[in-house]
């Protein structure tokens, strides 16, 4: 379609003046229709939960309703792929973490670049995970449960969010420092896995604080510890790993906000700044402390401070990976 351009007359005390015609003038501004953002986990884990607590504070910036679309599957390179596929015209996002942004390029022979086919809008939050056990385990402290995991005769089930996904690398982690032998379980997403713990049908999970939290305070699950180096204000009755006697293992998951590669300056920027203006609401700050979440201060959250942490994320953990051997499945 060609793009139809305008010639203004307007009226003065001299005559009619033509207006030479403005190249787009006649482009929609951004934003002008809904903006999707796609969470690549299941409905209800820590990264829907946060996709929606950003969308709708973002939204009230950018003057546009924003709809999470939750497309899981391949420990969230699915959803990753399918923004990287949409046009860059900024109403497809991607919202992610170290595991659907970073580990999956070095187990998934995926068909994008991590790095080359998204551009970088900004970093969100960040949250640690704590150490889940199905409630029937005997046991109350981290100790008790190290005691009973290598007591036990069979191999330990431990949930999943998929291969190479924060959770399974988590427990691989613990599998290798325990020296406990154990099966992983993977599901699509964590909000899964949570329920299967509740269900017995596992015996323990990493899952993140934001995801977990409602469950561990209903007595459904027992938590032993949390992967940070320091407590957690809303749940410091929590000891830390090193607290509770496994010093050094320390997770902790972060976000952030892309879109597809090709993505205008200028959207990006505003894009960018509607995020910011979210993480400096108090509402939103209330409601990620209550999870867990930790906002990085300004001048962490920019596109460049994002891009930076993916790179370096990336050279630090695919070595790891693909020492290790994990592959996708």
């Excluded at 460049?304 to 990336?314: D, T, V, Y």
């Amino acid at each position: 379609m060609k793009r139809r351009e305008f010639i203004g007359l307007v009226g003065g005390a001299s005559g009619w003046v033509v207006l030479a015609p403005v190249p787009g003038a006649f482009a929609q501004q951004y934003p002008s229709r809904p903006i999707t953002i796609v969470a690549p986990f299941a409905a209800g884990g820590p990264t829907d939960t946060l996709a929606r607590i950003l969308a709708q504070r973002m939204s009230i910036t950018l003057g546009q309703s924003i709809v999470i679309e939750n497309v899981s599957g391949a420990t969230g390179s699915i959803g990753v792929g399918r923004v990287v596929h949409s046009s860059p015209d900024g109403y497809t996002l991607s919202i992610g973490n170290p595991g659907s942004h970073v580990v999956n390029g070095a187990i998934y022979p995926l068909q994008y670049d991590l790095l080359k086919d998204l551009e970088p809008v900004a970093m969100v939050a960040s949250n640690p995970q704590l150490l889940l056990s199905k409630p029937e385990i005997p046991a109350t402290t981290l100790q008790d449960l190290i005691a009973w995991l290598k007591a036990q005769p069979r191999a330990i089930l431990i949930g999943t969010a998929g291969i190479g996904s924060a959770s399974h690398l988590s427990g691989i982690y613990l599998q290798q420092t325990l020296e406990i032998s154990a099966t992983m379980v993977p599901f699509r997403g964590t909000a899964p896995a949570l329920q299967a713990l509740m269900a017995q049908q596992i015996d323990i999970l990493f899952d993140q604080v934001s995801s977990c939290l409602p469950q561990v305070r209903a007595k459904t699950v027992k938590a032993y510890a949390v992967t940070a180096r320091n407590a957690l204000a809303a749940a410091p009755d929590i000891p830390t790993m090193d607290a509770a006697g496994l010093p050094g293992f320390y997770v902790v998951v972060w976000h952030g906000l892309w879109a597809p590669r090709g993505t205008q300056a200028d959207v990006i920027a505003k894009l960018s700044a509607a995020v910011v203006d979210a993480l400096a609401d108090t509402n939103v700050r209330t409601r990620l402390a209550e999870l867990g979440q930790e906002v990085p201060p300004p001048d962490q959250q920019t596109p460049q401070a994002l891009g930076r942490l993916q790179k370096a994320e990336i050279e630090k953990w695919w070595p790891i990976i693909k020492a290790a051997n994990i592959k996708a499945e």
